[in-house]
């Protein structure tokens, strides 16, 4: 311990404490995920508990102190019965005596295996009356008594009522019947203050998703401020995105202008050989603000609607086939329809199929469809992206070029960005790696269904 404290700072405390939490944590995968799966099993757990701790005390009181104590009187009223010599005393203490012939006395007690109190009567019994030499408790009505007296043995036969209490179970029954409903009675309550809690996360994700979804705040104090922050954050970004949208769009639309006017003055030079070069330019200019305008349009721009992703992404990619592309679809898995934007998916995949022929030789696209979840991968041979730039390539207008091939052109950076956008408007993620066929770039648009 003193080398774990000297090496690593961690007190001997503290680090018992850790192997304590890491000793429980295989309980983390049993518990609810839900916020009312935790809270049920919140309510639960101390009813549960309350149960217990009752039933026991109720079993240490009822069950045990008051059997005893009954079970004392009874005993001395067998001993005055066997200290008798007629049946007389046994009449007055109703009790039914009879002689057992030779042979007849059995040999060990007999009780119902559930019969809790029984095993204090007979121990009780045993214990207070020498004479007993078996004891039967065969249901809740009677008990029946073997003894061996000093001129003959006997068998005594008298209520369960005289030893135990009656229906002692009820109590238990109680216990538990009202449990139960208490716990019906506080789910339902609490169901219903959990209900604005999922309206506000439904909303959020929603939200999240691109698309806006009516929400009002109730509930308690403290779910109305969370739901009244939410809607003013929502407004506040929607406010920022339009007047992000408005900006490139005037900028983009102004420039568009002079853009023409330059193509239009270098179009009548007399020396198109010198001209070209400054064409080339405005041209990239052109291409450069029509990205602009892309990323400031939002990625939710269409509504969702319920299409074949296979059908879409090979829709796709004959349009980039016959735009001269070297594109190939690779293979397709599965089949079924989802809820997607069609114009969003189109932009996303024309976007990584771009950025694979510039980076390198020739693209491969698959469509992968199963029960959860949606893949779209776009693999190049180009030289790829290193792990540790590959956060950094999907951030608006970031460049890369230095690890990348610089004879196919350079973009505005924006490509990654937008396709990014697009994956987390369905719900999805935009995932980065290496290729294991082609050796370069492995894009994956993952959306779950």
Same mark, same amino acid.
Request: charged share 25%; net charge neutral; with cysteine.
């Given at each position: ?23 429980? $944590? ?18 639960? !757990? ?17 069950? %045990? ?10 005993? &001395? ?21 009879? +002689? ?15 019969? !809790? ?73 609490? $169901?219903?203050? !959990? $209900? ?16 806006? %979804? ?54 009548? !030079?007399?020396?198109?050989?010198? =001209? ?41 990619? %004959?349009?980039?086939? &016959? ?15 989802? +809820? ?6 189109? $932009? ?7 950025? =694979? ?5 020739? =693209? ?12 779209? &991968? ?7 992206? =290193? ?48 290729? %294991? ?13």
């Amino acid at each position: 311990m003193r080398s774990v404290k000297a090496h690593w700072g961690i007190s001997p405390a503290r680090l018992s404490d850790y192997a304590l939490f890491m000793n429980f $944590r295989w309980l983390k995968r049993y518990m609810p995920r839900s916020l009312t799966g935790r809270a049920t099993l919140i309510l639960l !757990l101390p009813v549960i508990s309350v149960l217990v701790v009752v039933s026991v005390v109720s079993v240490q009181r009822l069950f %045990e102190g008051v059997t005893r104590q009954m079970t004392v009187t009874a005993a &001395r009223e067998i001993s005055l019965v066997m200290a008798a010599d007629g049946g007389g005393v046994a009449q007055l203490l109703d009790m039914e005596r009879r +002689a057992l012939a030779p042979g007849e006395m059995p040999e060990a007690d007999m009780r119902r295996w559930y019969d !809790l109190t029984g095993i204090v009567v007979i121990r009780e019994l045993r214990q207070l009356v020498p004479e007993i030499r078996a004891v039967h408790l065969p249901d809740d009505q009677s008990v029946t008594l073997y003894v061996e007296g000093a001129v003959d043995a006997l068998e005594l036969r008298f209520d369960r009522r005289r030893v135990s209490a009656s229906n002692p179970h009820q109590i238990l029954v109680n216990m538990l019947v009202c449990g139960a409903l208490m716990t019906v009675v506080a789910y339902l309550y609490l $169901r219903n203050q !959990l $209900r604005p809690i999922t309206q506000l996360a439904r909303a959020a994700e929603a939200f999240g998703r691109g698309r806006m %979804e009516g929400y009002r705040p109730r509930g308690a104090v403290e779910v109305r401020a969370a739901g009244h922050a939410f809607l003013d954050m929502r407004a506040r970004i929607e406010r920022q995105i339009e007047q992000r949208t408005l900006m490139l769009s005037g900028v983009s639309h102004d420039l568009r202008t002079p853009l023409t006017r330059l193509k239009l003055s270098l179009s009548m !030079l007399d020396d198109p050989d010198e =001209a070209a070069p400054m064409l080339r330019d405005v041209d990239d200019m052109q291409r450069l603000l029509d990205e602009f305008l892309a990323f400031a349009r939002d990625a939710a721009e269409d509504e969702p609607e319920m299409v074949d992703p296979a059908a879409l992404v090979k829709r796709i990619v %004959e349009d980039c086939v &016959r735009s001269a592309l070297p594109v190939t679809l690779h293979a397709v898995l599965g089949e079924g329809e989802m +809820a997607l934007r069609p114009g969003g998916i189109r $932009r996303a995949v024309e976007n990584l199929i771009n950025n =694979a022929v510039r980076y390198g030789s020739r =693209a491969e696209v698959s469509v992968q469809i199963s029960a959860r979840v949606l893949r779209i &991968r776009v693999e190049d041979d180009g030289p790829g992206i =290193a792990p540790a730039l590959r956060e950094e390539a999907v951030k608006p207008f970031a460049r890369l070029e230095p690890g990348r091939n610089q004879d196919k052109g350079t973009g505005v950076g924006l490509g990654l960005a937008i396709t990014t956008d697009i994956a987390r408007v369905h719900g999805g993620s935009l995932r980065l790696g290496v290729s %294991e066929r082609l050796g370069g770039l492995c894009a994956d648009i993952v959306i779950a269904r």
